[in-house]
């Protein structure tokens, strides 16, 4: 006989992922590519890695496309993530809530425009995005079933995560930390000669970061057999053009300066404080500046960076600021790249199929993307005011209510990855967002279900707790 609840439970569970899987493999088949995408799925085909793209995404899609041939594995492979990493977060995080409103409300936020068009795209920041979602549901899970399965399961997750994005170890970090308080609560601790709580967090969390982030290195090493291509190059030369201009004097490393010094007339005609892309590429045939795989160029460029930013320290806030606004739709008529709108031209034949329910989808972003939900500075001042009340809290005793340990930690890894943009974004694609949204909106639900119900034991904010 079979336990017909626990069957229908079951079903409810699955449905949400089923429908939202479906509809988004349905609309976005067979997934679409940028030049980025393009990149990594030739690297994967190829079996030839190098480090503007950190391996590892590269090398699973190259050995799913020996399966499903093209975007499309990689399309389920996120989107399964995504869907079932939302599912299960909001049914760990909200388990009293009624099945019809979970359902709903994984409906919902799959469906939330920003969201959804974003799940169309094979990148990265899908990818590490989905992957920290289902990690952090699934330590959600296991802090709630007491589950050290689901706990182990959670920080492969995140180790994917951190691993297929150059600056994924700062949102790593705080559910790395969420994990250590779980390693505790489950009585991992025990035989810990310490009592001291908060020191056996501490110390678990950055041996679990230390941990993560060295095999990351050593597989990454283990995958690229090239020389090293420095992506960082082009933050720092588009900072050192952006106070160039601001300051009315040439700021370049010596091998950019031959084999003339380019004019602030130059720099001016192909700066932009949205994106690095015109000052390295283009076909109008004017100035274009060279990127550099010679470890002595970048050392002569790191130590010109350092220098020019030391010295003229208001002209870089201002550079940085004016990407950051752009970025977070503090400024400018509308938001920059919301989402991919197909495939674009390659080698690799590879062409996006767009139905009639397609074609009339894009056609309604079109005056979505000009209006608040692509807002990218409102999720970002989510995550801010969370996290100001949680630690308020945890230090001060003095607000209503605790927030948990879970919140606390989705909040900060939103807000450490939007705010460290500020000093590392190459772009105002809004697809760097995607995190920060995610983390702010699921943040909220969680605070929603925590302030209506008795607060479990060992669930509240503990990190400066003894």
Same mark, same amino acid.
């Given at each position: 006989?079979?336990?017909?609840p626990?069957?229908?439970? &079951?079903?409810? +569970?699955?449905l949400?992922i $089923?429908?939202?899987?479906v509809?988004? #493999?349905?609309? *976005?088949y067979p997934?679409?590519?940028s030049n ?5 799925l030739?690297?994967g085909?190829e079996?030839n890695?190098?480090d503007?793209?950190?391996?590892l995404?590269?090398?699973l899609?190259?050995r799913?496309?020996?399966v499903?041939?093209?975007p499309?594995g990689?399309?389920v492979?996120?989107?399964l993530?995504?869907?079932g990493g ?6 760990? &995080?909200?388990? +009293?809530?009624s099945?019809y $409103?979970?359902?709903v409300?994984v409906l #919902?936020v799959g *469906?939330y425009?920003p ?10 920041d ?5 992957a920290f979602?289902f ?13 050290g399965l689901?706990?182990f ?9 951190l691993s ?10 705080p ?18 000669k310490?009592p001291n709580?908060?020191l056996?967090?501490l110390?678990?969390?950055i041996?679990l ?5 060295f095999?990351?290195?050593?597989i990454?090493?283990?995958?690229i057999k090239v020389s090293p291509?420095y992506p960082?190059?082009?933050?720092l ?5 952006g106070i160039s201009?601001?300051t009315?004097?040439v ?5 950019l300066?031959?084999p ?7 720099l001016?005609?192909i ?12 076909d109008d045939?004017g100035l274009?500046?060279?990127f550099?795989?010679?470890?002595s160029?970048?050392?002569n460029?790191?130590s010109?960076?350092?220098?020019v930013?030391?010295?003229h320290?208001?002209a870089?806030?201002f550079h ?17 790249h919301?989402?991919?709108d197909g495939?674009?031209?390659n080698?690799l034949?590879?062409?996006?199929s767009q139905?009639a329910?397609?074609r009339?989808?894009f056609a309604?972003m079109d005056s979505?993307q000009t209006?608040f939900l692509?807002?990218?500075?409102i999720?970002?001042?989510i995550?801010?005011l969370?996290?100001l009340?949680g ?7 003095r607000?209503k209510f605790?927030?948990s340990t879970?919140?606390?930690?989705l ?5 450490l990855?939007g705010?460290?943009y ?8 809004f697809?760097?967002?995607f995190?920060v949204?995610?983390s702010?909106?699921?943040?909220l639900?969680a605070t929603?279900?925590f302030?209506?119900?008795p607060?479990?034991?060992g669930?509240?904010?503990?990190f400066?707790?003894s």
């Amino acid at each position: 006989m079979y336990n017909r609840p626990a069957v229908l439970k &079951a079903l409810w +569970n699955i449905l949400p992922i $089923l429908v939202g899987l479906v509809i988004t #493999l349905y609309i *976005f088949y067979p997934g679409y590519l940028s030049n980025d995408s393009v990149d990594q799925l030739t690297q994967g085909r190829e079996n030839n890695y190098n480090d503007w793209h950190p391996p590892l995404m590269s090398w699973l899609w190259g050995r799913i496309d020996q399966v499903v041939p093209g975007p499309f594995g990689m399309l389920v492979f996120h989107n399964l993530l995504f869907w079932g990493g939302l599912e299960l977060f909001i049914n760990s &995080a909200a388990p +009293n809530w009624s099945r019809y $409103l979970k359902f709903v409300l994984v409906l #919902l936020v799959g *469906f939330y425009p920003p969201i959804f068009m974003l799940l169309s795209t094979i990148w990265k920041d899908v990818g590490m995005t989905a992957a920290f979602l289902f990690g952090t549901a699934l330590l959600s899970y296991a802090q709630e079933r007491k589950s050290g399965l689901a706990l182990f399961a959670a920080l492969i997750a995140i180790w994917y995560g951190l691993s297929i994005r150059i600056n994924g170890i700062i949102a790593a970090i705080p559910l790395i930390f969420f994990a250590a308080v779980i390693f505790h609560d489950l009585g991992y601790f025990a035989t810990w000669k310490h009592p001291n709580k908060t020191l056996q967090i501490l110390i678990s969390g950055i041996v679990l970061t230390g941990m993560m982030f060295f095999t990351t290195k050593v597989i990454e090493k283990g995958f690229i057999k090239v020389s090293p291509t420095y992506p960082i190059q082009q933050v720092l030369i588009h900072d050192l053009v952006g106070i160039s201009l601001r300051t009315q004097e040439v700021f370049l490393p010596d091998y950019l300066l031959l084999p003339e010094p380019p004019t602030l007339r130059e720099l001016r005609r192909i700066y932009t404080p949205g994106t690095v892309n015109h000052l390295f590429f283009g076909d109008d045939g004017g100035l274009r500046l060279q990127f550099t795989n010679s470890r002595s160029l970048i050392s002569n460029l790191v130590s010109t960076w350092e220098n020019v930013v030391l010295d003229h320290p208001k002209a870089y806030l201002f550079h940085r600021s004016r990407i950051f606004y752009r970025q977070y739709w503090l400024e400018g008529s509308r938001v920059c790249h919301p989402y991919q709108d197909g495939t674009t031209p390659n080698a690799l034949g590879i062409q996006s199929s767009q139905t009639a329910l397609t074609r009339n989808l894009f056609a309604r972003m079109d005056s979505i993307q000009t209006t608040f939900l692509y807002r990218g500075w409102i999720y970002l001042l989510i995550t801010f005011l969370l996290v100001l009340y949680g630690y308020g809290y945890a230090l001060f005793n003095r607000m209503k209510f605790p927030l948990s340990t879970m919140i606390l930690a989705l909040s900060t890894s939103g807000l450490l990855f939007g705010v460290a943009y500020f000093f590392i974004s190459p772009a105002c694609d809004f697809r760097f967002n995607f995190w920060v949204m995610i983390s702010a909106i699921l943040s909220l639900i969680a605070t929603a279900y925590f302030k209506t119900q008795p607060i479990p034991p060992g669930q509240a904010s503990v990190f400066f707790k003894s």
